[in-house]
């Protein structure tokens, strides 16, 4: 035998064998191929009612764009290509990992072999993990609770991953109109976070109970006949309006406690309940409340010593319960010499704030927050933000903000924030793309260091169809507003400066062309003529008279009208058009 050749014959063999592996192993790596897939759908029988939700809809969504049928078993000891969703004692053996807390958020998706295992808590974790990996990796988006997107694909080859997130922010929540009641929608975009706590397939979600709760629990109504003495001394006088207590007085630290431990043996649900401060300036002047104001510098350091005796009750009761009060308006403020209790959250609010410009960029509106926020974050042992993200002088009205939400959660977060609450247009649907920023806001809750012109740009293109091109025309255009000498609060009107007939113009005319780009759809039309609503808003705003003549107040009458869409905040939308049209 020629040994030359028969060393060439074992290079062609081997050859061979390394293709024949290759290939073999090319096909296994396919998740799915062809409307086909070798891999079937692992989820413990112990799983949590999440869980099962996360591996149905995994199923679903994988049929959906490539028409392969993925089986949900029930069975860890399957053999064949795998998806493990959830942990379970199988998934601790491929991946050498302990189980994760119930209540842990983070998750992580990795390749062991052949197998993909995505787990985290059991509570909320793992259902995370199997949502990102279908929007990061396969390119699914649940923009509205009415338009997911979902590609088509022919095929998927699985690589090798390890990829582990957590959130940035403990506890999220924006109350936009057009979100509020939708819980896949809330899972899908991992808001946890609701007025009210509920649980469903989604798991649960958390809640923070009310707000301005002082007034609630001590009345004028209730109390102010036989004890005026309760009320804030303003002016010499006891206040019968709807000011401040007076927090100095024991019998309304007693009245406040037990009605608080009421309410929290009542609705256990909650996480966090409110004992804050009634919403106005007016508080109490007498000399009991003063010194203790002195005493801890600052008004709220009379409220800290008030919230903390009520806290120390809460706590031999509930030692897993949290007490919150706001630092807002007049108490923003940090005190000194005393610091809340570790089972007490500090509720900072924004509302005076610039929302033209990042908090962290220099703007001297906001460096006064940015100092009581650094305060707070030093002696606070829980801080919670209380954000502002539309203008509430006129919902409708372009108020562009979209550059500074992500640096500014990232702000928070840095400041040791555990929970952002966005309030937003939450009285009624049309505010100012009231679609979009809910998507948005939650996308960066989770995840603030994401660019918010790819995440618009996701949007948009999924939702407008072919008048995405001209959407994001008049995006950039809104957005082109923001100079570093403008500055604009959550109160501005018509007349604001970074308003003018020009941008008016400018902004039908890429929205006209948006419409007729979608001329037939219905739906789109519709869609787009939500954010055409903003152009006529300002339009008929600035020319009153001319809205009424040229048809534009007609067209935004109809789009009031069919949406209920209020204005700004507390003013009906029939109230509204009766004063627009003159009380005809």
């Known amino acids: 035998m020629n040994v030359r050749m028969t060393f060439q014959s074992l290079r062609l063999a081997s050859a061979a064998l390394l293709m024949l592996w290759a290939t073999a192993s090319d096909a296994a790596d396919w998740l799915f191929r062809n409307g086909k897939s070798k891999y079937q759908i692992v989820v413990s029988p112990e799983a949590s009612a999440s869980e099962q939700t996360a591996a149905r809809e995994l199923q679903q969504y994988i049929r959906q764009m490539s028409g392969a049928e993925l089986p949900v078993t029930d069975n860890l000891k399957a053999r064949g290509r795998r998806i493990f969703v959830g942990w379970n004692p199988r998934v ?169 431990l009421k309410v929290m043996r009542e609705h256990p649900g909650y996480r966090i309940y409110s004992l804050s401060q009634n919403d106005n300036y007016a508080f109490c002047q007498c000399p009991q409340c003063a010194a203790i104001e002195q005493q801890y510098g600052w008004h709220s350091g009379l409220i800290v010593w008030f919230v903390n005796q009520v806290a120390d009750a809460v706590k031999a009761e509930f030692p897993d319960k949290f007490v919150g009060t706001f630092a807002y308006q007049y108490s923003r403020q940090p005190p000194t010499g005393i610091v809340p209790r570790e089972n007490v959250v500090i509720r900072l609010c924004s509302i005076e704030c610039c929302f033209a410009h990042p908090l962290t960029a220099g703007c001297p509106q906001n460096k006064a927050f940015i100092s009581d926020m650094q305060g707070w974050a030093r002696i606070a042992p829980h801080l919670f933000i209380w954000d502002y993200v539309v203008d509430y002088a006129q919902y409708m009205a372009p108020w562009p903000n979209f550059q500074v939400l992500g640096p500014n959660i990232e702000a928070f977060r840095e400041n040791k924030a555990i929970g952002i609450f966005e309030e937003a247009q939450y009285e009624s649907l049309g505010a100012e793309f009231e679609e979009m920023k809910a998507w948005t806001i939650n996308q960066l809750l989770w995840n603030p260091r994401q660019d918010v012109d790819s995440l618009v740009s996701i949007f948009i293109n999924g939702y407008y169809g072919k008048a995405a091109p001209r959407v994001m025309d008049y995006y950039r255009l809104c957005q082109s507003l923001v100079k570093p000498d403008v500055h604009f609060g959550i109160y501005i009107r018509e007349n604001h400066e970074i308003y003018s007939d020009a941008f008016v113009k400018k902004a039908f005319a890429l929205l006209n062309e948006a419409r007729y780009l979608v001329q037939g759809d219905e739906v789109m039309i519709k869609r787009v003529d939500r954010v055409r609503m903003q152009p006529l808003y300002l339009h008929c705003m600035r020319h009153r008279d001319e809205a009424k003549q040229d048809g534009t107040w007609r067209e935004l009458r109809h789009l009031i009208q069919l949406y209920k869409a209020r204005h700004r905040e507390g003013h009906s939308w029939e109230k509204f058009v009766k004063e627009f049209e003159g009380g005809k």
Request: proline fraction near 5%.
């Open 92 to 260: 601790g053996e491929l991946s050498g990992q302990t189980e994760p807390a119930r209540d842990d958020e983070s998750f992580c998706y990795r390749t062991v072999g052949h197998d993909l295992l995505i787990w985290g808590g059991a509570q909320r974790g793992t259902m995370y993990g199997v949502f990102t990996f279908l929007e990061r990796e396969l390119g699914v988006h649940w923009l509205t609770d009415d338009c997911t997107v979902v590609p088509t694909l022919q095929g998927w080859k699985l690589p090798q991953f390890d990829h582990s997130e957590g959130p940035a922010i403990s506890y999220r929540y924006s109350n936009y109109r057009v979100a509020e009641g939708v819980p896949a929608w809330s899972a899908h975009t991992r808001e946890n976070m609701k007025w009210s706590p509920s649980e469903n397939e989604y798991g649960n979600l958390e809640a923070y109970w009310s707000a301005h709760t002082m007034g609630q629990f001590v009345s004028t109504k209730e109390f102010y006949a036989s004890h005026p003495e309760y009320f804030a001394l303003r002016d010499g006088k006891r206040s019968s309006d709807y000011a401040q207590l007076c927090l100095s007085n024991p019998d309304v630290l007693k009245i406040c406690r037990d009605r608080l």
